[in-house]
C-alpha cells in the first residue's frame, strides 16, 4: 500500500475543504490516488467535500483587449499578491492582451518572441524580473476573431471573461459578469465535457449503493433498482443545470434562466472563455505539510 504523507493530505484537504482525518482515511482507501480520494469524499460528504476544489494558490492577472470584433484573453502570472498590483506587471499585461489581438501568435513562444519597439517580449519579462526581483510567466492566452460582438468583464485582475455573441451589449456585459460569479463550464448542457459527467454519475451511483447499505444496517427498506437509477439521473441532470450557463439561474434575476434573459434581450451567445488567475495550480506549502503532520502524529498517540 501507498505510503500516505502528510504532504498529501495537505494537498486534498487543500482540494476539498474536508476534515484533515477525513482526507488521511480516503487516500488510505484509495491507496493514495489523489482523484480516486477526492471522489471517495465526495460520495461520503457531498458538495462540501469540492467547494475549494479550484482554490486559488498562484498569483497574477487576466487582462482582456477588446477592438471590435477582435480580442483576447491573457494570464500573467508572478509570486506574490504584491507584485500583482506593481503598475509595471498591470502595464505588461495589458501589452501582451494587446499584442495577441494585433498579431494573432500561435502560442506563448510565438508570442514571447515578438518585437515591440526594438525588443522582444521575452526580453522586456526578462528586464522587468530584473526590476522588480521576483520572477513572473505568460501562462496562457486565447484569442477571439470569428467575427461575432465580443464583451468582456474583468473582476479586479484575478477573473476574466470574455463573450462572444450577437445581439444586445448590456445582456452580453451581463452574462460576462454572471460567468466570473458563478463559474459555468460549458455553454449548454450538451456541451458539458463527458468525463465530468461521468464522475457525476459514478458518485451519485457510490452514494446510492451506501445509502442502500445504510438501510439495510438500520432495518429499513432498500429502494428499487428503477427507483436508484431515476435517482441518478436525477442527480445528473441537476448537475448539468448547475454547470450549463444557459441553464443557470441569472444571477440579476433568479426567477430567470441565463437563456430566458438573452432571449427577452433578443441575443445569443455563441461561447464564452473564462480565466481565474491560478486555476488549477497548486503552490506547496510546507508549514501547513508540518501542521497537517503534527495533527496526525497527535491523532495517533490520542
Same mark, same amino acid.
Not at 477582435?70 to 495589458?94: H, I, Q, R, S
Not at 506549502?285 to 491523532?299: G, K, L, R, T, Y
Given at each position: 500500500?501507498?505510503?500516505?504523507?502528510?504532504?498529501?493530505?495537505?494537498?486534498?484537504?487543500?482540494?476539498?475543504?474536508?476534515?484533515?482525518?477525513?482526507?488521511?482515511?480516503?487516500?488510505?482507501?484509495?491507496?493514495?490516488?489523489?482523484?480516486?480520494?477526492?471522489?471517495?469524499?465526495?460520495?461520503?460528504?457531498?458538495?462540501?467535500?469540492?467547494?475549494?476544489?479550484?482554490?486559488?494558490?498562484?498569483?497574477?492577472?487576466?487582462?482582456?483587449?477588446?477592438? =471590435?470584433?477582435?480580442?483576447?484573453?491573457?494570464?500573467?502570472?508572478?509570486?506574490?499578491?504584491?507584485?500583482?498590483?506593481?503598475?509595471?506587471?498591470?502595464?505588461?499585461?495589458?501589452?501582451?492582451?494587446?499584442?495577441?489581438?494585433?498579431?494573432?501568435?500561435? =502560442?506563448?513562444?510565438?508570442?514571447?518572441?515578438?518585437?515591440? =519597439?526594438?525588443?522582444?517580449?521575452?526580453?522586456?519579462?526578462?528586464?522587468?524580473?530584473?526590476?522588480?526581483?521576483?520572477?513572473?510567466?505568460?501562462?496562457?492566452?486565447?484569442?477571439?476573431?470569428?467575427?461575432?460582438?465580443?464583451?468582456?468583464?474583468?473582476?479586479?485582475?484575478?477573473?476574466?471573461?470574455?463573450?462572444?455573441?450577437?445581439?444586445?451589449?448590456?445582456?452580453?456585459?451581463?452574462?460576462?459578469?454572471?460567468?466570473?460569479?458563478?463559474?459555468?463550464?460549458?455553454?449548454?448542457?450538451?456541451?458539458?465535457?463527458? !468525463?465530468?459527467?461521468?464522475?457525476?454519475?459514478?458518485?451519485?451511483?457510490?452514494?446510492? !449503493?451506501?445509502?442502500?447499505?445504510?438501510?439495510?444496517?438500520?432495518?429499513?427498506?432498500?429502494?428499487?433498482?428503477?427507483?436508484? !437509477?431515476?435517482?441518478?439521473?436525477?442527480?445528473?441532470?441537476?448537475?448539468?443545470?448547475?454547470?450549463?450557463?444557459?441553464?443557470?439561474?441569472?444571477?440579476?434575476?433568479?426567477?430567470?434562466?441565463?437563456?430566458?434573459?438573452?432571449?427577452?434581450?433578443?441575443?445569443?451567445?455563441?461561447?464564452?472563455?473564462?480565466?481565474?488567475?491560478?486555476?488549477?495550480?497548486?503552490?506547496?506549502?510546507?508549514?501547513?505539510? =508540518?501542521?497537517?503532520?503534527?495533527?496526525? !502524529?497527535?491523532?495517533?498517540?490520542?
Amino acid at each position: 500500500m501507498a505510503a500516505i504523507t502528510a504532504s498529501m493530505v495537505a494537498e486534498l484537504r487543500a482540494k476539498t475543504d474536508a476534515p484533515m482525518m477525513e482526507c488521511k482515511k480516503a487516500l488510505t482507501e484509495a491507496e493514495g490516488d489523489m482523484a480516486r480520494a477526492e471522489e471517495l469524499l465526495r460520495v461520503k460528504l457531498g458538495n462540501k467535500a469540492s467547494k475549494a476544489a479550484a482554490r486559488i494558490t498562484a498569483e497574477g492577472i487576466v487582462a482582456a483587449c477588446i477592438q =471590435d470584433r477582435v480580442g483576447a484573453l491573457v494570464e500573467l502570472n508572478c509570486e506574490t499578491d504584491f507584485v500583482a498590483k506593481n503598475d509595471d506587471f498591470l502595464a505588461f499585461g495589458n501589452l501582451l492582451a494587446r499584442l495577441v489581438a494585433e498579431r494573432n501568435p500561435a =502560442d506563448v513562444a510565438a508570442l514571447s518572441a515578438l518585437e515591440v =519597439d526594438g525588443a522582444t517580449v521575452e526580453a522586456r519579462r526578462s528586464a522587468l524580473v530584473g526590476k522588480i526581483g521576483e520572477n513572473m510567466s505568460i501562462r496562457r492566452f486565447q484569442r477571439f476573431d470569428a467575427g461575432h460582438q465580443l464583451a468582456s468583464y474583468l473582476h479586479g485582475t484575478r477573473i476574466g471573461v470574455v463573450v462572444a455573441y450577437e445581439g444586445d451589449a448590456t445582456a452580453a456585459k451581463d452574462v460576462a459578469m454572471h460567468v466570473a460569479a458563478m463559474k459555468p463550464v460549458a455553454l449548454s448542457a450538451a456541451q458539458v465535457p463527458a !468525463a465530468l459527467i461521468e464522475s457525476e454519475r459514478s458518485i451519485a451511483t457510490q452514494k446510492a !449503493a451506501e445509502d442502500a447499505d445504510k438501510a439495510r444496517a438500520e432495518g429499513r427498506a432498500v429502494q428499487s433498482p428503477e427507483i436508484v !437509477a431515476r435517482r441518478v439521473e436525477g442527480a445528473v441532470q441537476k448537475y448539468l443545470k448547475e454547470v450549463s450557463l444557459l441553464n443557470q439561474a441569472f444571477v440579476k434575476n433568479e426567477k430567470q434562466t441565463v437563456e430566458q434573459m438573452l432571449s427577452a434581450a433578443k441575443t445569443q451567445v455563441a461561447s464564452f472563455t473564462l480565466y481565474v488567475v491560478g486555476e488549477g495550480i497548486e503552490r506547496k506549502s510546507e508549514n501547513f505539510a =508540518d501542521e497537517v503532520a503534527a495533527q496526525m !502524529a497527535a491523532a495517533r498517540s490520542a
